[in-house]
């Protein structure tokens, strides 16, 4: 961006626009200030120089009242950022609402009342830069959008001139010149509306509301104001290529561009200007005019596409809405878009709030499932395959009558490791001389542990033990086991 237009039109931007000027817009009530304006705006239309005051009051009431209706004064001025601003005390009254919009609006700047004191009539006065924003105002409240058929104007009028070449030349090409930015915004703003509405699908959640946005509002809005008109009697595809043929004839003909120097220094534009300085600027303006056409026959190539996929996205959206599906996947989505619906209505709802989101929560419970056991805190082992190998050789000496008893001494020594002697032993050392302990209080350290003390529940149950037991509770947690809470009790204190 340009660095003079940073610092010196954005100062002359703020130097003509009073403070406070865009603040009824901003308003708690700014649809009844909008009103207002576009009211003002058909005032001038019908009454041009000369608006009497009260002519507009009297317009503004025979149509405002049900939206004046909604308008609260004290409201307004709670609302108000600015200070030291005084109302009348009967302004609170009904009929009255109107008069405080109009003061307010003249305080912010948008017109002026002055008073004629030969007839004793107010009048109102605009400044111009109110009058293009109230024009920009009404054109944005207005369904109707008209595209003029900027083509086919510029090729018209350049093919006359092509073959008339009279006094006009210059001005048909500085026409061209303006067409051509104006062609150039119309063709940016019809890419950028597309794609526009394109991302608006993704905020559809219903087949009636993806119907609604592309045959009433895009339709309405883009396709028969701007691109069907640029498709057929506009056409860039149609009228480009004669248009640039003609510039380009112009601009490689020394007497031509010779002509249009000598009528550039006659036109107000170019006054002043050198024979030099006015063939620079005949020759930057046909090659601005080749360049704008060329590059926009290429970028509606690029809008063709952009529509087209835009059409294909409203019936893809259209179709995975209508579908029906009765299965539990279908059900899920139906679920998930409803919400989706409801967030994007109250960006800030929660189960209080929100009928919905209360049912959900209710009875939805989303977790992650996941596995925890004993290989979790080990990486992955690596899949090998077992090698066969040679059995373990036994000793030279080793006879084989000995078996048996080897076998014999093994099952002794792991049947001993669980026997009635050892299994009181265990209960006995976690008794630890008290007449009465609980399951927590028996210490578990290893698998054995475990075991043994298992085994003591067992002998407890079919009274061979010398204590007995009690359930107290269902599941505890005790050295890192779930287990029920017993209370063991020796029998000699029973």
């Not at 800030?348 to 996941?370: H, I, Q």
């Amino acid at each position: 961006m340009d660095t003079a237009f940073d610092q010196h039109g954005n100062a002359r931007l703020f130097d003509r626009l009073p403070d406070g000027f865009f603040a009824p817009l901003s308003r708690k009530y700014k649809a009844v200030y909008a009103y207002a304006l576009i009211t003002l705006y058909h005032c001038l239309k019908i009454y041009r120089s000369r608006i009497l005051k009260a002519d507009y009051m009297a317009m503004l009431r025979s149509h405002g009242q049900d939206i004046m209706d909604l308008f609260s004064i004290q409201a307004d001025k709670a609302d108000d950022r600015e200070e030291g601003e005084e109302v009348d005390e009967k302004a609170n009254q009904p009929d009255d609402k109107f008069a405080y919009v109009v003061r307010k609006l003249m305080t912010c700047g948008w017109f002026q009342i002055d008073r004629d004191y030969k007839s004793g009539n107010d009048y109102v006065f605009l400044p111009s830069y109110s009058i293009r924003m109230l024009e920009l105002l009404d054109s944005l409240t207005s369904d109707v959008s008209t595209y003029m058929p900027l083509v086919h104007q510029t090729y018209s009028e350049l093919q006359l001139e092509d073959q008339k070449e009279d006094e006009y030349m210059y001005r048909s090409l500085a026409n061209a010149v303006h067409s051509s930015d104006e062609l150039e915004l119309s063709v940016t703003l019809l890419h950028h509306s597309i794609v526009v509405f394109k991302h608006r699908l993704t905020n559809v959640f219903s087949p009636n509301e993806a119907l609604h946005q592309h045959f009433d509002d895009f339709k309405t809005e883009v396709g028969d104001p701007i691109y069907h008109p640029m498709k057929t009697y506009d056409s860039l595809g149609l009228y480009s290529r004669p248009t640039v043929e003609i510039l380009t004839r112009w601009l490689r003909d020394e007497r031509l561009v010779a002509k249009l120097a000598s009528q550039a220094r006659l036109d107000p534009t170019g006054q002043g200007l050198s024979i030099g300085g006015a063939t620079d600027l005949v020759i930057a303006s046909l090659n601005r005019v080749i360049d704008v056409f060329d590059r926009l026959n290429h970028s509606f190539q690029e809008i063709d596409k952009a529509n087209s996929d835009y059409t294909e996205a409203v019936q893809r959206k259209v179709n995975y809405l209508a579908g029906t599906d009765r299965s539990m996947k279908g059900k899920l989505d139906k679920i998930c878009a409803s919400l989706a619906g409801e967030m994007k209505k109250h960006p800030n709802a929660d189960g209080e709030t929100s009928t919905l989101l209360a049912k959900v929560m209710d009875t939805v419970s989303l977790y992650r499932g996941a596995i925890f056991d004993s290989d979790s805190l080990f990486m992955p082992f690596r899949r090998e395959r077992r090698t066969e190998e040679d059995p373990m050789g036994l000793p030279a000496d080793f006879d084989a009558a000995d078996s048996e008893g080897l076998m014999n001494d093994f099952l002794s020594n792991e049947v001993s490791q669980y026997s009635e002697e050892a299994i009181d032993a265990f209960m006995k050392k976690a008794f630890a001389g008290k007449g009465e302990i609980t399951s927590s209080d028996v210490p578990i350290d290893t698998i054995d542990d475990l075991v043994l003390f298992i085994l003591g529940l067992v002998k407890a149950e079919f009274n061979t033990s010398f204590f007995t037991i009690k359930r107290e509770k269902d599941e505890i947690v005790s050295h890192g086991y779930r287990m029920p809470l017993y209370v063991l009790t020796r029998k000699e204190i029973a």
